[in-house]
């Protein structure tokens, strides 16, 4: 059974950092591609940036790139996801996925990913 578990969300201000962590189980890690997608109130859960199974390719959503780096570590089957200059908008519950999609490229569809996480709660204040 895959677990995906999520942690170091949290209330920052604006101009802020955190780090958020997945720590996942249940699966053969490295054999995955890994997201982060978020979710604010009212709003589709939309995708936020994945990782390759080897991290050698990154993709990132527009709005965050620049303040958002995601990696991973195989050895200790978690990923990463550090944001800095965090901004009201940002605001959401954050949620980890794992994808064993084999037909090439980094998939940043949301169906495409068949594990998540129960999410952890970032809130960014002005």
Request: proline letters at 2%; hydrophobic letters at 40%; a positive charge.
């Amino acid at each position: 059974q895959v677990q995906l578990v999520e942690s170091g969300g949290g209330l920052v201000q604006a101009g802020g950092s955190l780090r958020l962590s997945c720590a996942a189980s249940g699966l053969t890690f490295s054999n995955y591609a890994m997201a982060w997608f978020r979710q604010a109130p009212g709003a589709e859960r939309e995708f936020v940036t994945a990782i390759t199974w080897s991290g050698s390719v990154t993709k990132y959503v527009d709005s965050v790139k620049g303040r958002f780096t995601i990696s991973r570590g195989n050895a200790k089957n978690t990923v990463y996801l550090q944001m800095n200059n965090l901004k009201p908008e940002d605001t959401a519950v954050y949620y980890c996925a794992a994808s064993d999609w084999a037909r090439g490229g980094l998939p940043i569809i949301r169906a495409l990913y068949n594990s998540w996480g129960q999410g952890t709660q970032v809130t960014v204040s002005s």
